[in-house]
C-alpha cells in the first residue's frame, strides 16, 4: 500500500490555500473580537484568493499539464491540472474576489445584507431586532469553501471527486441563500427550495455515477471514454448514465427544463450571494460540462448529440421569451443566465472546437453579471432594494453616473458591439461554425436578438422616462460596491474592444489533459 | 472572373484611420469635459469634422494617384478563432472615399448650421458630441475592411442616431420615435449577423476580399440565403419596404439629425452595403430581382403617401424613403447601374440635406410649426431659405439641368432596359415614381412659399441668421450643379469598383425616356401647381379613400398594429394583467407577440417546489428516452 504516490503539492497549491483560508476563517470566528471580526475576514478571503489566482496563474503560464496524484509514474486522474482547469480556476477565483468584496459591502444598508443569526424565527419580536445589528461574518469561510469546491470541480478528472466538489459547492451556497436580512421568509423558502431540488438533482448525479461504473467499470473520466469505444457492456447502462449525469450538471447550470428554480432562488436570495451564484457557479457548472463531455463522452458523441442540442436550443429561445416580460430586475437578470446557459451549452456541444471560446465566455459574463447585480444592490428604497423596473425610471436625470454604469453592462448583456457580450457572442458562434453547428448559431442569434429587447428597454427606462417624484436612491460612494462595478465596467469594456488577449490566452488553454 | 486584391496603405493613406479617430476624439472630449465645455464645444465638434473633411480630400487626392486604386491597412488583431482570424482593418478605394467626401463633406456643412440651430438649446454640446459620434460611426461603417467592421459600425451609427433622435427627452413622441427606429434596426440587424455567420460558415471568412473571390464557389442556396439577409439588413437601416414605418416616425429629432442622418448619410448605408457586395448580389439573379422589386415597390409607397402629408418634416422623410427606392432600384439591376445607384445617393444627399435645413430654417421662423397648410407666402420674408428650398425642388424633380436629371433618368432608363415584362413594370415603376414625385414636391414648395398667408395668429417669421443660410447656399449650389458635374468623373471613378459603365439598351431609348420623363415630371409639377397656387384648407377635409389610405401611411402601420400588435397583445391582456405602473407596456408589436408567448409561458413558473421537482423528473424522463430513441435506431 502506498508504495510510491507522488503528491504535485504546487499543482494543488491553489486549493490547498483556499480551504486553508475557509478552516482559518472558523477560527478566526473564535478567536478574534467582534469589532475587528469583518475586517479580519475579509482580508484573510480576499488575500486567499488572491494567492490561489496568483499561483493558479503562475502554473498556466508555465503550460502544466499533469495530473495532481500519480503512482510510480502512472497518473490517477482524481485532480487534473490541464489548461481548461486552470483558467476556469483562475477565473473562479478572480470572480470570487470581486464577489467577496460585494459580500463585504455595509455602507448601502446598516450592517449589510446579512442576518446576525440565521435561527431566529423570521418577523418575530427577537428578529426585528436583530435588524439593526450587524450581519454574520461566518458567510466569509462558507463562501471559500463553495468557491473551493468550485475550483475543485473544474479539475476533477473522475466522477467520485466530482461528486464530492459538487457538494462542497452546493451545501454553504443553499445556507448562504437562506441569510438574507430583508424579505427573510423569501431568502428562507429559496433556501429551501434549492436545497430541496439541488439534493434531488444530486441523487440524478450518484444515479447516473453508477450506471457509468457499471457501463465502464471505472468512475474515471478517461476511462469511461475508452469503454464508449471498447466496453462488452449492454449500451443501455450508458445511455441511462450520460442522461442521469447530464440532467445533474444542467440543473447546476440552469438549462431549461432544469432550470426552474433560477428566478426563485436569484430573487430571494441576498444580491450578493445571486451575484456569487450567477458569476462563479455558472463557471463551474460549465466547466464540469465542459470536462464530461469532452473528457468522459467524446466517444459516444454521436448519441447524446441531438438530445443535448435540443435542450440547448430550448435553453436558448425559452430563456430569452420568459426575459422579455419581467418587471423585476433580478428576475430579469434571472432568465437571462438561463439564456446564456443556453448560448454555452452551444459551446458544450461543438466540443473542441469551442472549448476556448466556451471559457472566454464564461469570464466575459462573469464579470458583467457581478457587476450588474452590484448596481442591483445600490439602488435602493429606504432600507430595500427597488427591484422593480419601474422604480428605475428616470435614473439618468437624478443619478447619471449610475445610469451610465447601467446603460454600458446592459448593452454587453444585449451583445452589442463595443461590449464584452458581443465579442463573447461573436467568438463563441463563429466557433460554433466550424464545428457545423450552423442550425444552433442560427437559433442562438435569433435568440439573443429577443433577449437584447428586454435590456434596451430598461436602457430607454433611464434615460427617456420621467423620475417617479419618490424615486429610488443611489447609496454613493460606498467603497466596496463600488470597486465591484468598476472591476466589472472596466472588463466589459476592456474585453470588448480588446477581446484579442484574452482569446489568445484561452486558445493556448483550451486543451484537456485526456488521461 | 478576376481574383480582387488590395494593396496596403502606404503614405498619408496610412492615416486613414485617422479620419475616424477625429470626430471620435471630438466626441469624447466634448463628453468628458462636461460643462466646461459649454462655450466652445460646437467649435470644437466643427473643428474636428472639418479637419477629417480636409483629410478625405487628401486621401482623396492620394488614392487617385494610385494605379490600384485601394488602400488596405490592418489596424490590429479583434478576434482570433483557429485558423479563422479577424482584424480591426480599414480599406479605402473609390467607394468608400466617395462616401467619405460626403459624409464629413455634407456632414460639416450641418455642423455649422446645426451651431446657429441648436444656439437656444441647453444641451448644444451633448448634442455635438452626439454629432461627432455619429460621423465616428458612420465613417467606421464605410471604411471597414471586412463585414465584421462594417457591422461594428452599423451598430455604432443605430446607438448614436438613437441618441441623437431621442435627443429632446422631454417630448415622449421622440422617445417613441427612438425605441421604434432602434428597435426595427434590431430586426434588420439579426439578418447582418446571419449573414456573417453564413459567410463564416460557407467561406471560413469574413474578409470583403475573402469573401468576394470565394463566391464563385457557394452553392445556389447559399448565395440566395446570403443576398437575401443582407438584403433584409439594408431594408432596415434604410427604411425600405417592409421595415419603412421608422424613418418617418424618427423626424421627431432636431432636423440637422434628420438632415445629417435621415437624409445624407446613415438611411443610405443599405445602398452602401449593397453595391460593396455587388459580387454577391450579381451572383443570383433571384437576389437581384427582389432587391429591384423592394426599390421598385418602395419608391411608389413612399411617392404615394409623400402625397398626402401635411407635416413638412414628413413629407420629405417620405421623400427620402422614395429616393432611396430609386437607389435599391438602381443598385439592384446590377452592372453599370451601380455607380448610378451611387451617383443618385451623392446628389441625394446634397438636395435632400438642402431641402431638410430648409425646412428647419421655416421651422425656426414659424415657432416650430411643421403644418404647411398652416405657411403660405414666406418667400418674401425668407429670401435665402426660399432661394435655396427652390434650388432643391428643381433639384429633385429632376428637371433639365439640374441634379435629379442627371442622376434620376439614366436610373428610369435602366429600369425600362430590364429584360421582358420586368422591363416595363419597374420602368413603369420608377416614371409613375417620378411624376409623384414632381407632384407632392411642388405641392411642399407651392404651400410652403407661395399662395396666400395661412399664418397661425402668433407667428412672426423672419430670415434666419448668416450661420444657417450659409450652409443653406452651399447645399443649394450643389444641388443644382452637382449632377452635372459628376456624372461622368464619377462613373469613371467607380470603375475600379463595379467595372466599366455599359450604356443600357432595352424596350425604349435613353431619349425616348428623357423625354417622357420630362413630360410627366412637367405634368405632375403644373397639376400640383395649379390645384395648390391659391392656398389649400387650413385643416384637412374628409376625403376620398386613396387620400385617406396615403394619409393611413398606406396601412403601414396598421399592418404593424394588426399583425404583430393586436394579437401580441390580446394573448398578454388574456394571461396576466398587464402591470399599470410597468416599463410603458409593451413598446413595440413584435416585442407585444413575444411578451404574450412569454406571459403564457410564465404560468408555469407556479412557485412551488412540487410543480418544479416534476419539471426537472419530466425532463429528465425525455432525456433517457431520447437516448433510448436512439438506442432502437
Same mark, same amino acid.
Given at each position: 500500500?502506498?508504495?510510491?504516490?507522488?503528491?504535485?503539492?504546487?499543482?494543488?497549491?491553489?486549493?490547498?490555500?483556499?480551504?486553508?483560508?475557509?478552516?482559518?476563517?472558523?477560527?478566526?470566528?473564535?478567536?478574534?473580537?467582534?469589532?475587528?471580526?469583518?475586517?479580519?475576514?475579509?482580508?484573510?478571503?480576499?488575500?486567499?484568493?488572491?494567492?490561489?489566482?496568483?499561483?493558479?496563474?503562475?502554473?498556466?503560464?508555465?503550460?502544466?499539464?499533469?495530473?495532481?496524484?500519480?503512482?510510480?509514474?502512472?497518473?490517477?486522474?482524481?485532480?487534473?491540472?490541464?489548461?481548461?482547469?486552470?483558467?476556469?480556476?483562475?477565473?473562479?477565483?478572480?470572480?470570487?474576489?470581486?464577489?467577496?468584496?460585494?459580500?463585504?459591502?455595509?455602507?448601502?444598508?446598516?450592517?449589510?445584507?446579512?442576518?446576525?443569526?440565521?435561527?431566529?424565527?423570521?418577523?418575530?419580536?427577537?428578529?426585528?431586532?436583530?435588524?439593526?445589528?450587524?450581519?454574520?461574518?461566518?458567510?466569509?469561510?462558507?463562501?471559500?469553501?463553495?468557491?473551493?469546491?468550485?475550483?475543485?470541480?473544474?479539475?476533477?478528472?473522475?466522477?467520485?471527486?466530482?461528486?464530492?466538489?459538487?457538494?462542497?459547492?452546493?451545501?454553504?451556497?443553499?445556507?448562504?441563500?437562506?441569510?438574507?436580512?430583508?424579505?427573510?421568509?423569501?431568502?428562507?423558502?429559496?433556501?429551501?427550495?434549492?436545497?430541496?431540488?439541488?439534493?434531488?438533482?444530486?441523487?440524478?448525479?450518484?444515479?447516473?455515477?453508477?450506471?457509468?461504473?457499471?457501463?465502464?467499470?471505472?468512475?474515471?473520466?478517461?476511462?469511461?471514454?475508452?469503454?464508449?469505444?471498447?466496453?462488452?457492456?449492454?449500451?443501455?447502462?450508458?445511455?441511462?448514465?450520460?442522461?442521469?449525469?447530464?440532467?445533474?450538471?444542467?440543473?447546476?447550470?440552469?438549462?431549461?427544463?432544469?432550470?426552474?428554480?433560477?428566478?426563485?432562488?436569484?430573487?430571494?436570495?441576498?444580491?450578493?450571494?445571486?451575484?456569487?451564484?450567477?458569476?462563479?457557479?455558472?463557471?463551474?457548472?460549465?466547466?464540469?460540462?465542459?470536462?464530461?463531455?469532452?473528457?468522459?463522452?467524446?466517444?459516444?458523441?454521436?448519441?447524446?448529440?441531438?438530445?443535448?442540442?435540443?435542450?440547448?436550443?430550448?435553453?436558448?429561445?425559452?430563456?430569452?421569451?420568459?426575459?422579455?416580460?419581467?418587471?423585476?430586475?433580478?428576475?430579469?437578470?434571472?432568465?437571462?443566465?438561463?439564456?446564456?446557459?443556453?448560448?454555452?451549452?452551444?459551446?458544450?456541444?461543438?466540443?473542441?472546437?469551442?472549448?476556448?471560446?466556451?471559457?472566454?465566455?464564461?469570464?466575459?459574463?462573469?464579470?458583467?453579471?457581478?457587476?450588474?447585480?452590484?448596481?442591483?444592490?445600490?439602488?435602493?428604497?429606504?432600507?430595500?432594494?427597488?427591484?422593480?423596473?419601474?422604480?428605475?425610471?428616470?435614473?439618468?436625470?437624478?443619478?447619471?453616473?449610475?445610469?451610465?454604469?447601467?446603460?454600458?453592462?446592459?448593452?454587453?448583456?444585449?451583445?452589442?458591439?463595443?461590449?464584452?457580450?458581443?465579442?463573447?457572442?461573436?467568438?463563441?458562434?463563429?466557433?460554433?461554425?466550424?464545428?457545423?453547428?450552423?442550425?444552433?448559431?442560427?437559433?442562438?442569434?435569433?435568440?439573443?436578438?429577443?433577449?437584447?429587447?428586454?435590456?434596451?428597454?430598461?436602457?430607454?427606462?433611464?434615460?427617456?422616462?420621467?423620475?417617479?417624484?419618490?424615486?429610488?436612491?443611489?447609496?454613493?460612494?460606498?467603497?466596496?460596491?463600488?470597486?465591484?462595478?468598476?472591476?466589472?465596467?472596466?472588463?466589459?469594456?476592456?474585453?470588448?474592444?480588446?477581446?484579442?488577449?484574452?482569446?489568445?490566452?484561452?486558445?493556448?488553454?483550451?486543451?484537456?489533459?485526456?488521461? | 472572373?478576376?481574383?480582387?486584391?488590395?494593396?496596403?496603405?502606404?503614405?498619408?493613406?496610412?492615416?486613414?484611420?485617422?479620419?475616424?479617430?477625429?470626430?471620435?476624439?471630438?466626441?469624447?472630449?466634448?463628453?468628458?469635459?462636461?460643462?466646461?465645455?459649454?462655450?466652445?464645444?460646437?467649435?470644437?465638434?466643427?473643428?474636428?469634422?472639418?479637419?477629417?473633411?480636409?483629410?478625405?480630400?487628401?486621401?482623396?487626392?492620394?488614392?487617385?494617384?494610385?494605379?490600384?486604386?485601394?488602400?488596405?491597412?490592418?489596424?490590429?488583431?479583434?478576434?482570433?478563432?483557429?485558423?479563422?482570424?479577424?482584424?480591426?482593418?480599414?480599406?479605402?478605394?473609390?467607394?468608400?472615399?466617395?462616401?467619405?467626401?460626403?459624409?464629413?463633406?455634407?456632414?460639416?456643412?450641418?455642423?455649422?448650421?446645426?451651431?446657429?440651430?441648436?444656439?437656444?438649446?441647453?444641451?448644444?454640446?451633448?448634442?455635438?458630441?452626439?454629432?461627432?459620434?455619429?460621423?465616428?460611426?458612420?465613417?467606421?461603417?464605410?471604411?471597414?475592411?471586412?463585414?465584421?467592421?462594417?457591422?461594428?459600425?452599423?451598430?455604432?451609427?443605430?446607438?448614436?442616431?438613437?441618441?441623437?433622435?431621442?435627443?429632446?427627452?422631454?417630448?415622449?413622441?421622440?422617445?417613441?420615435?427612438?425605441?421604434?427606429?432602434?428597435?426595427?434596426?434590431?430586426?434588420?440587424?439579426?439578418?447582418?449577423?446571419?449573414?456573417?455567420?453564413?459567410?463564416?460558415?460557407?467561406?471560413?471568412?469574413?474578409?470583403?476580399?475573402?469573401?468576394?473571390?470565394?463566391?464563385?464557389?457557394?452553392?445556389?442556396?447559399?448565395?440566395?440565403?446570403?443576398?437575401?439577409?443582407?438584403?433584409?439588413?439594408?431594408?432596415?437601416?434604410?427604411?425600405?419596404?417592409?421595415?419603412?414605418?421608422?424613418?418617418?416616425?424618427?423626424?421627431?429629432?432636431?432636423?440637422?439629425?434628420?438632415?445629417?442622418?435621415?437624409?445624407?448619410?446613415?438611411?443610405?448605408?443599405?445602398?452602401?452595403?449593397?453595391?460593396?457586395?455587388?459580387?454577391?448580389?450579381?451572383?443570383?439573379?433571384?437576389?437581384?430581382?427582389?432587391?429591384?422589386?423592394?426599390?421598385?415597390?418602395?419608391?411608389?409607397?413612399?411617392?404615394?403617401?409623400?402625397?398626402?402629408?401635411?407635416?413638412?418634416?414628413?413629407?420629405?422623410?417620405?421623400?427620402?424613403?422614395?429616393?432611396?427606392?430609386?437607389?435599391?432600384?438602381?443598385?439592384?439591376?446590377?452592372?453599370? !447601374?451601380?455607380?448610378? $445607384?451611387? %451617383?443618385? *445617393? &451623392?446628389?441625394? #444627399?446634397?438636395?435632400? +440635406? /438642402?431641402?431638410?435645413?430648409? =425646412?428647419?430654417?421655416?421651422?425656426?421662423?414659424?415657432?416650430?410649426?411643421?403644418?404647411?397648410?398652416?405657411?403660405?407666402?414666406?418667400?418674401?420674408?425668407?429670401?435665402?431659405?426660399?432661394?435655396?428650398?427652390?434650388?432643391?425642388?428643381?433639384?429633385?424633380?429632376?428637371?433639365?439641368?439640374?441634379?435629379?436629371?442627371?442622376?434620376?433618368?439614366?436610373?428610369?432608363?435602366?429600369?425600362?432596359?430590364?429584360?421582358?415584362?420586368?422591363?416595363?413594370?419597374?420602368?413603369?415603376?420608377?416614371?409613375?415614381?417620378?411624376?409623384?414625385?414632381?407632384?407632392?414636391?411642388?405641392?411642399?414648395?407651392?404651400?410652403?412659399?407661395?399662395?396666400?398667408?395661412?399664418?397661425?395668429?402668433?407667428?412672426?417669421?423672419?430670415?434666419?441668421? !448668416?450661420?444657417?443660410? $450659409?450652409? %443653406?447656399? *452651399? &447645399?443649394?449650389? #450643389?444641388?443644382?450643379? +452637382? /449632377?452635372?458635374?459628376?456624372? =461622368?468623373?464619377?462613373?469613371?471613378?467607380?470603375?475600379?469598383?463595379?467595372?466599366?459603365?455599359?450604356?443600357?439598351?432595352?424596350?425604349?431609348?435613353?431619349?425616348?425616356?428623357?423625354?417622357?420623363?420630362?413630360?410627366?415630371?412637367?405634368?405632375?409639377?403644373?397639376?400640383?401647381?395649379?390645384?395648390?397656387?391659391?392656398?389649400?384648407?387650413?385643416?384637412?377635409?374628409?376625403?376620398?379613400?386613396?387620400?385617406?389610405?396615403?394619409?393611413?401611411?398606406?396601412?403601414?402601420?396598421?399592418?404593424?398594429?394588426?399583425?404583430?400588435?393586436?394579437?401580441?397583445?390580446?394573448?398578454?391582456?388574456?394571461?396576466?394583467?398587464?402591470?399599470?405602473?410597468?416599463?410603458?407596456?409593451?413598446?413595440?408589436?413584435?416585442?407585444?407577440?413575444?411578451?404574450?408567448?412569454?406571459?403564457? %409561458?410564465?404560468? &408555469?413558473?407556479? #412557485?412551488?417546489?412540487?410543480?418544479?421537482?416534476?419539471?426537472?423528473?419530466?425532463?429528465?424522463?425525455?432525456?433517457?428516452?431520447?437516448?433510448?430513441?436512439?438506442?432502437?435506431?
Amino acid at each position: 500500500m502506498n508504495e510510491a504516490l507522488q503528491i504535485d503539492w504546487g499543482g494543488l497549491a491553489p486549493l490547498i490555500i483556499v480551504f486553508a483560508a475557509a478552516f482559518g476563517g472558523l477560527l478566526v470566528e473564535a478567536a478574534v473580537p467582534k469589532a475587528v471580526r469583518l475586517y479580519v475576514q475579509v482580508g484573510l478571503a480576499v488575500a486567499a484568493l488572491a494567492a490561489a489566482f496568483v499561483t493558479v496563474t503562475v502554473l498556466l503560464l508555465g503550460d502544466k499539464q499533469t495530473t495532481a496524484f500519480s503512482i510510480e509514474g502512472t497518473a490517477i486522474g482524481s485532480v487534473v491540472l490541464d489548461g481548461p482547469g486552470l483558467f476556469l480556476q483562475a477565473t473562479i477565483a478572480i470572480l470570487a474576489i470581486v464577489a467577496v468584496l460585494l459580500l463585504a459591502e455595509r455602507r448601502t444598508t446598516r450592517g449589510g445584507d446579512f442576518v446576525a443569526e440565521a435561527a431566529v424565527v423570521a418577523d418575530s419580536a427577537a428578529d426585528i431586532q436583530q435588524r439593526r445589528s450587524d450581519g454574520a461574518t461566518e458567510i466569509f469561510p462558507l463562501t471559500l469553501f463553495a468557491v473551493g469546491g468550485m475550483m475543485m470541480f473544474v479539475t476533477a478528472g473522475d466522477l467520485l471527486t466530482m461528486f464530492v466538489a459538487l457538494e462542497m459547492l452546493s451545501l454553504p451556497l443553499y445556507l448562504l441563500c437562506g441569510l438574507a436580512k430583508r424579505r427573510r421568509l423569501i431568502s428562507q423558502e429559496a433556501a429551501l427550495k434549492y436545497f430541496l431540488l439541488g439534493a434531488f438533482a444530486s441523487a440524478f448525479y450518484v444515479y447516473g455515477m453508477a450506471m457509468l461504473y457499471g457501463f465502464a467499470g471505472t468512475v474515471d473520466l478517461a476511462g469511461i471514454n475508452q469503454a464508449g469505444i471498447s466496453s462488452g457492456q449492454p449500451r443501455l447502462f450508458l445511455y441511462i448514465g450520460v442522461a442521469m449525469l447530464a440532467v445533474a450538471l444542467l440543473f447546476k447550470a440552469g438549462a431549461v427544463p432544469f432550470h426552474m428554480w433560477t428566478p426563485d432562488v436569484y430573487t430571494g436570495a441576498p444580491t450578493p450571494v445571486t451575484a456569487l451564484m450567477a458569476a462563479c457557479v455558472k463557471v463551474a457548472a460549465f466547466g464540469g460540462l465542459l470536462r464530461v463531455f469532452n473528457v468522459g463522452l467524446a466517444s459516444s458523441a454521436w448519441d447524446w448529440h441531438l438530445i443535448l442540442t435540443v435542450i440547448a436550443v430550448a435553453t436558448m429561445l425559452g430563456g430569452a421569451i420568459f426575459a422579455v416580460t419581467q418587471r423585476n430586475i433580478k428576475r430579469l437578470l434571472a432568465y437571462s443566465s438561463i439564456a446564456n446557459a443556453g448560448y454555452l451549452l452551444v459551446g458544450v456541444i461543438a466540443l473542441g472546437e469551442a472549448v476556448g471560446q466556451t471559457m472566454f465566455y464564461l469570464a466575459a459574463y462573469g464579470f458583467t453579471v457581478i457587476a450588474a447585480f452590484a448596481v442591483v444592490s445600490l439602488v435602493r428604497d429606504g432600507d430595500e432594494e427597488a427591484t422593480h423596473l419601474s422604480r428605475w425610471a428616470g435614473l439618468g436625470k437624478n443619478s447619471p453616473g449610475t445610469a451610465v454604469v447601467v446603460t454600458i453592462l446592459m448593452l454587453a448583456l444585449a451583445g452589442l458591439p463595443f461590449t464584452s457580450g458581443f465579442a463573447a457572442k461573436f467568438s463563441l458562434f463563429a466557433a460554433a461554425l466550424q464545428a457545423d453547428e450552423l442550425g444552433l448559431v442560427i437559433v442562438g442569434v435569433v435568440s439573443s436578438a429577443i433577449l437584447a429587447f428586454p435590456y434596451l428597454r430598461v436602457v430607454v427606462l433611464l434615460w427617456l422616462n420621467e423620475p417617479a417624484p419618490d424615486a429610488p436612491t443611489v447609496n454613493l460612494p460606498s467603497p466596496m460596491a463600488g470597486t465591484v462595478v468598476a472591476a466589472g465596467v472596466v472588463a466589459t469594456l476592456f474585453l470588448g474592444l480588446f477581446p484579442g488577449y484574452l482569446l489568445d490566452i484561452v486558445d493556448q488553454a483550451s486543451i484537456f489533459l485526456n488521461t | 472572373m478576376d481574383t480582387i486584391t488590395y494593396a496596403p496603405a502606404s503614405g498619408l493613406l496610412a492615416w486613414t484611420w485617422a479620419l475616424i479617430a477625429l470626430p471620435a476624439l471630438g466626441a469624447a472630449i466634448l463628453l468628458l469635459a462636461g460643462r466646461r465645455a459649454d462655450k466652445w464645444g460646437h467649435w470644437l465638434g466643427v473643428g474636428t469634422i472639418g479637419a477629417a473633411f480636409a483629410l478625405a480630400v487628401g486621401l482623396f487626392a492620394s488614392l487617385s494617384g494610385l494605379d490600384n486604386k485601394s488602400a488596405h491597412l490592418d489596424l490590429f488583431t479583434l478576434i482570433a478563432i483557429g485558423d479563422l482570424q479577424i482584424d480591426a482593418s480599414l480599406l479605402f478605394d473609390p467607394l468608400s472615399a466617395v462616401f467619405c467626401l460626403l459624409i464629413t463633406g455634407v456632414g460639416l456643412l450641418i455642423h455649422i448650421y446645426a451651431v446657429g440651430y441648436m444656439a437656444e438649446d441647453a444641451g448644444r454640446r451633448k448634442f455635438f458630441a452626439y454629432f461627432n459620434l455619429f460621423a465616428a460611426a458612420m465613417l467606421v461603417l464605410v471604411l471597414g475592411g471586412n463585414y465584421f467592421m462594417t457591422f461594428v459600425g452599423w451598430e455604432a451609427v443605430g446607438l448614436a442616431s438613437y441618441l441623437l433622435i431621442a435627443f429632446w427627452q422631454l417630448k415622449p413622441a421622440a422617445a417613441t420615435a427612438g425605441k421604434k427606429a432602434f428597435l426595427t434596426n434590431r430586426v434588420a440587424d439579426v439578418g447582418f449577423l446571419l449573414a456573417m455567420f453564413t459567410m463564416l460558415g460557407a467561406l471560413g471568412t469574413v474578409d470583403f476580399a475573402g469573401v468576394f473571390n470565394g463566391a464563385e464557389s457557394l452553392s445556389t442556396s447559399t448565395s440566395l440565403a446570403l443576398g437575401l439577409l443582407l438584403l433584409a439588413a439594408a431594408c432596415g437601416k434604410s427604411g425600405q419596404w417592409p421595415f419603412q414605418t421608422w424613418l418617418p416616425d424618427a423626424m421627431e429629432g432636431p432636423t440637422p439629425v434628420s438632415a445629417l442622418i435621415h437624409a445624407a448619410t446613415m438611411v443610405t448605408a443599405g445602398v452602401y452595403l449593397i453595391a460593396r457586395s455587388h459580387i454577391i448580389f450579381s451572383l443570383n439573379p433571384n437576389v437581384q430581382t427582389a432587391v429591384v422589386a423592394v426599390g421598385a415597390l418602395t419608391l411608389l409607397f413612399g411617392a404615394i403617401v409623400g402625397c398626402a402629408k401635411d407635416d413638412i418634416k414628413r413629407v420629405l422623410a417620405w421623400s427620402t424613403v422614395s429616393q432611396i427606392g430609386y437607389m435599391f432600384l438602381a443598385v439592384g439591376l446590377g452592372g453599370g !447601374a451601380f455607380a448610378l $445607384g451611387i %451617383l443618385h *445617393l &451623392l446628389a441625394h #444627399g446634397f438636395f435632400k +440635406a /438642402g431641402l431638410f435645413l430648409g =425646412s428647419g430654417s421655416v421651422m425656426h421662423a414659424m415657432n416650430d410649426q411643421t403644418d404647411i397648410r398652416r405657411f403660405g407666402g414666406l418667400w418674401r420674408v425668407m429670401p435665402w431659405t426660399y432661394a435655396t428650398f427652390l434650388a432643391g425642388w428643381v433639384a429633385i424633380i429632376g428637371l433639365f439641368p439640374f441634379s435629379g436629371y442627371f442622376t434620376k433618368d439614366p436610373i428610369i432608363a435602366a429600369a425600362f432596359a430590364r429584360e421582358g415584362w420586368q422591363g416595363w413594370v419597374t420602368g413603369g415603376a420608377a416614371l409613375l415614381g417620378a411624376a409623384l414625385t414632381a407632384f407632392y414636391m411642388t405641392r411642399l414648395f407651392v404651400l410652403t412659399f407661395h399662395g396666400p398667408k395661412r399664418w397661425t395668429e402668433d407667428v412672426h417669421p423672419h430670415e434666419s441668421p !448668416a450661420i444657417m443660410t $450659409g450652409p %443653406l447656399v *452651399l &447645399l443649394g449650389l #450643389g444641388s443644382l450643379g +452637382a /449632377g452635372a458635374l459628376m456624372v =461622368s468623373p464619377v462613373t469613371e471613378w467607380l470603375t475600379p469598383v463595379f467595372g466599366e459603365h455599359a450604356e443600357p439598351h432595352g424596350h425604349l431609348s435613353h431619349m425616348q425616356v428623357t423625354v417622357i420623363t420630362t413630360a410627366v415630371v412637367v405634368l405632375g409639377a403644373a397639376l400640383a401647381w395649379f390645384l395648390f397656387r391659391g392656398g389649400t384648407d387650413e385643416v384637412p377635409r374628409a376625403a376620398a379613400w386613396p387620400v385617406r389610405a396615403a394619409r393611413a401611411d398606406l396601412g403601414g402601420e396598421a399592418v404593424n398594429r394588426g399583425v404583430f400588435e393586436r394579437p401580441g397583445r390580446l394573448a398578454a391582456n388574456a394571461s396576466v394583467a398587464i402591470d399599470a405602473r410597468g416599463v410603458d407596456g409593451v413598446v413595440n408589436g413584435l416585442s407585444a407577440a413575444v411578451g404574450g408567448t412569454s406571459r403564457r %409561458l410564465l404560468a &408555469l413558473q407556479t #412557485g412551488f417546489v412540487r410543480s418544479y421537482a416534476l419539471s426537472i423528473l419530466s425532463g429528465a424522463v425525455i432525456v433517457v428516452a431520447a437516448l433510448m430513441v436512439v438506442v432502437i435506431q
